[in-house]
Each structure stands twice: as C-alpha cells, then as structure tokens.
C-alpha cells in the first residue's frame, strides 16, 4: 500500500508470517474499517491502543484502514469512533475477488482483464504476446527471486531495431497488489496492438522508446499471496539470525536513501516495511537494479514507474527526504498532472489522482524504487503510481473493476509519454525545465 505498509501483528495470522508454514491464512469476519482521524489521530491512536488488529495503511493523518478480528469487533464498535466499512468479512470478499470471471482461454483480448490469475498463467499471457510480435519483441529476465523463480517480462521496440532510450515499468513488487500487473499487461497489448495496426501515434512512442514492462517483480510473495496469505506483501526471504518472519519489503531496499531516515522503514524483521540487514540485499532488487545500471549505461531510461495499490496517488521524487526536492519537480509536477487529467476524463466513474513529492506529499520512505532510479538510474522521469481505489475496497478491489483501471492507466501513460516527446524530441526540453540539461544527485553511483 502506497509503496508502504506495517506489521502484521495478528496472533491468529502467524502462520502467515513464519516462512515453513503452509497452513492457509484466512479472514473469515475480519472486519476492514477506514477511521477518519486528523486532528483527533492521538486520541483515537490511544483508544485502539486496546486492540489487536492489522494496519493497512500509513497515511494516518487523515484516516486510518485498519482489520479487526472477529474477537475485537464488539470493543472496536464501543469506542465511538467515526468510521465506515470497507469489508464486512474480508474472507468473503477474498473468495469472491478470486472465483469471479471465467476461465482465460489464452486469447489475447480484453477477456484476460475480467479476472485475476494465478502466476502460471501470467507467464503464459506474456509469452503469447511475445509471439504475436515476434520481429519486435522479447522476453526478458531481470535476475531470479529468493526461492529461484526467474523474474520475467518483455521487451518491445519498434523500426529501427533495439538499443533506443528506455521506459520502464514494474509491478506487483507488493504481493497482495494484484491490480498492477493486469494494469501494465494492458498497457503492453494497447502497445503491441496499437502499432500493428498502424497507430501514428504508438507506432511513435515504439520507434522512439524501448519499452521493458515486468508485471511481476515479486513471483514468490505473489504466489504466496495467492496460495497462502491474501493480505502477503514482502518477499519470502527468511528473516536474519534464526528469525521466525520471513520476507523483506522490496521497495524499502534499493540502495539510494537506504539509510538516511530511521522513519522510512524498519529494522524489525518482523514487520511489513522491513528494510533487510544491507541495502539491496534481495535478490530480486540485484536483478532490477542490474537492469536497471544496463539501461542508464546504454541508451537511457526516460520514464520509469513502480506501479502499486491503493491510493490512486502519481507520486514522485524524493522519498527518503520530506523536506529535498528534485531539480525537475517542476516538470515531474506539471507531467502528473497532465497524466491526472488523462486518466479522469478516460474513467467512467471520473476517478481522480493527486500526485506531488512522495515524502512531501505522504510520509518518508527509505530505499524506494524511485528515488534509486532517478538518482542511481538517472531516469528523467520517475513516479511510483498507488492504482485504485481510495477506500471502498483497498487491496481486495474487484475483477470488475480490473479493465477500467487498466483503460485510465493506459490514456494516462499515452499523456504522459506525448510530453516525453515534448521535452526529448521537439527540442523544448530546457524551455520547460528552467535549466541547461537534467541534473543528478551530486556522487550518484
């Protein structure tokens, strides 16, 4: 959640945090509540301190999602707090989100965004793409995950062969954020599709960008999550010194900023943001990050994203440091708002984004993808996007809403790379930035 979130602390749920264990998690009347705190936070801080439950989000200056067990419903209710419902009973919401749809029979068509799948069939609808544009296209590995799962995803490019600047695009780093992988699947087929058809405008942005799309950059907290543990985010790395938890927050563990604010993350191994002992420490993030050295060494990374839920939120640069701003936060601000706008007139429901400096804005985050990118990578343009929704379902959004969040996200991405031509192409960069050229972090490695 928003690149974040805490320990999950449940004495019912630990089976789901000791790594051995197999033994499936369930929620069954775990009630989702979002209480509304702002100036009130403290009191209601002090009033849940009598409770056991899970967090599920950090933004608690203005509300607070929270799961209460079975057991602790009837105290929580007694407290008089201001709240609404998310989930009256997340094991049933859990059950609905995985059996609604029907069956994919391996077609490449909006049939696929009806449902979520398991992992299986994920690397199924990649490969299949990939041969539906095979002059054009690759799969790639970045690197293996902890229990050896290759990290796949695929390579597009246009006329004039490979090698030209990249973009970017990650996903399910968070292994319960199962919208974001659909959401780039999309975003690759509208690519593939587009320019086979003869779209000026895609048949643009591939003769001009390589693009590397990875859907999943957490294979093994994925499947966890769906075999095991619905409500899994990290990684299944085992825990140091004979711990009994498992699993590092991938996106608390990029090298960049890695150590630089003891709010950013944490060092207890046992909670949702676990840094790891040593930056990068994961292997998943030494594959990326290798990719992602590849990449700033040959022809440039112009856009990268890590795309994530919920929030509906475009945040960019700096996160280890509330109070740094980046020397293109003019044109990272101007560019989200573009995209903002790009994705509320595609919605039907006219669903909304805000964006701005991701420590700023919401709240320190060490070791994030994005400030390694931009500053290690030396991307141009580098967000983190939280998809849908901002609190009616949270983590467990339904099937039907997967093909409208990937349509936004796509017009979105279309904004958003038009003005990439803007700076990079058309010669008006400079004009827009107020500078020279784009600057770096000074001793960035």
Same mark, same amino acid.
Request: proline share 5%; hydrophobic share 35%.
């Given at each position: 959640?928003?690149?974040?979130?805490?320990?999950?602390?449940?004495?019912?749920?630990?089976?789901?945090? &000791?790594?051995?264990?197999?033994?499936?998690?369930?929620? *069954?009347?775990?009630?989702?509540?979002?209480?509304?705190?702002?100036?009130?936070?403290?009191?209601?801080?002090?009033?849940?301190?009598?409770?056991?439950?899970?967090?599920?989000?950090?933004? #608690?200056?203005?509300?607070?999602?929270?799961?209460?067990?079975?057991?602790?419903?009837?105290?929580?209710?007694?407290?008089?707090?201001?709240?609404?419902?998310?989930?009256?009973?997340?094991?049933?919401?859990?059950?609905?989100?995985?059996?609604?749809?029907?069956?994919?029979?391996?077609?490449?068509?909006?049939?696929?965004?009806?449902?979520?799948?398991?992992?299986? *069939?994920?690397?199924?609808?990649?490969?299949?793409?990939?041969?539906?544009?095979?002059?054009?296209?690759?799969? #790639?590995?970045?690197?293996?995950?902890?229990?050896?799962?290759?990290?796949?995803?695929?390579?597009?490019?246009?006329?004039?062969?490979?090698?030209?600047?990249?973009?970017?695009?990650?996903?399910?780093?968070?292994?319960?954020?199962?919208?974001?992988?659909?959401?780039?699947?999309?975003?690759?087929?509208?690519?593939?599709?587009?320019?086979?058809?003869? *779209?000026?405008?895609?048949?643009?942005?591939?003769?001009?960008?390589?693009?590397?799309?990875?859907?999943?950059?957490?294979?093994?907290?994925?499947?966890?999550?769906?075999?095991?543990?619905?409500?899994?985010?990290?990684?299944?790395?085992?825990?140091?010194?004979?711990?009994?938890?498992?699993?590092?927050?991938?996106?608390?563990?990029?090298?960049?900023?890695?150590?630089?604010?003891?709010?950013?993350?944490?060092?207890?191994?046992?909670?949702?943001?676990?840094?790891?002992?040593?930056?990068?420490?994961?292997?998943?993030?030494?594959?990326?990050?290798?990719? &992602?050295?590849?990449?700033?060494?040959?022809?440039?990374?112009?856009?990268?994203?890590?795309?994530?839920?919920?929030?509906?939120?475009?945040?960019?640069?700096?996160?280890?440091?509330?109070?740094?701003?980046?020397?293109?936060?003019?044109?990272?601000?101007?560019?989200?708002?573009?995209?903002?706008?790009?994705?509320?007139?595609?919605?039907?429901?006219?669903?909304?984004?805000?964006?701005?400096?991701?420590?700023?804005?919401?709240?320190?985050?060490?070791?994030?993808?994005?400030?390694?990118?931009?500053?290690?990578?030396?991307?141009?343009?580098?967000?983190?996007?939280?998809?849908?929704?901002?609190?009616?379902?949270?983590?467990?959004?339904?099937?039907?809403?997967?093909?409208?969040?990937?349509?936004?996200?796509?017009?979105?991405?279309?904004?958003?790379?038009?003005?990439?031509?803007? &700076?990079?192409? *058309?010669?008006?960069?400079?004009?827009?930035?107020?500078?020279?050229?784009?600057?770096?972090?000074?001793?960035?490695?």
């Amino acid at each position: 959640m928003r690149c974040v979130l805490i320990v999950s602390f449940l004495l019912s749920l630990a089976a789901g945090v &000791v790594g051995g264990s197999l033994e499936n998690v369930t929620y *069954d009347w775990h009630k989702v509540v979002r209480i509304k705190t702002g100036r009130q936070l403290a009191t209601i801080q002090a009033k849940l301190s009598t409770l056991t439950f899970e967090k599920w989000n950090h933004d #608690i200056d203005r509300h607070m999602d929270i799961v209460l067990p079975p057991d602790q419903l009837s105290a929580f209710e007694g407290l008089g707090l201001d709240f609404h419902t998310m989930h009256h009973d997340l094991g049933r919401s859990i059950r609905t989100e995985s059996t609604s749809g029907s069956p994919w029979k391996r077609q490449l068509d909006s049939s696929w965004f009806e449902s979520y799948h398991p992992y299986t *069939d994920h690397l199924m609808y990649l490969a299949d793409l990939q041969k539906s544009f095979p002059r054009n296209s690759e799969i #790639i590995n970045s690197g293996k995950s902890w229990e050896g799962r290759d990290i796949k995803g695929i390579h597009v490019w246009g006329d004039g062969g490979q090698g030209k600047p990249a973009v970017l695009y990650h996903a399910t780093v968070h292994a319960r954020e199962w919208i974001a992988a659909p959401v780039v699947e999309y975003i690759a087929t509208e690519l593939i599709s587009g320019y086979k058809r003869g *779209d000026e405008l895609l048949k643009g942005f591939l003769d001009k960008y390589d693009f590397y799309i990875i859907p999943v950059a957490n294979p093994d907290g994925f499947i966890y999550s769906q075999k095991v543990d619905r409500m899994w985010r990290k990684n299944r790395q085992p825990g140091p010194n004979n711990s009994t938890c498992y699993g590092r927050d991938l996106n608390r563990n990029w090298a960049f900023g890695w150590n630089w604010n003891p709010k950013g993350a944490s060092k207890d191994p046992c909670e949702e943001t676990y840094r790891g002992e040593a930056p990068s420490d994961t292997p998943e993030n030494q594959g990326l990050d290798a990719l &992602v050295h590849k990449l700033r060494d040959g022809a440039g990374i112009k856009l990268y994203v890590d795309w994530h839920s919920y929030g509906q939120l475009i945040a960019s640069p700096y996160g280890y440091n509330e109070t740094l701003y980046a020397p293109e936060l003019g044109i990272w601000t101007k560019a989200a708002s573009t995209m903002s706008a790009a994705i509320y007139d595609a919605s039907p429901d006219r669903t909304t984004f805000t964006f701005g400096p991701s420590g700023a804005t919401l709240y320190a985050q060490t070791g994030t993808s994005p400030d390694h990118v931009y500053a290690v990578g030396k991307a141009a343009f580098s967000y983190c996007i939280e998809l849908r929704d901002t609190g009616d379902f949270g983590f467990i959004l339904p099937p039907s809403q997967i093909l409208n969040s990937a349509k936004e996200q796509w017009e979105g991405q279309k904004a958003l790379i038009t003005i990439l031509d803007d &700076v990079f192409f *058309d010669g008006v960069g400079p004009a827009i930035l107020g500078e020279s050229e784009l600057t770096r972090v000074p001793g960035a490695q």
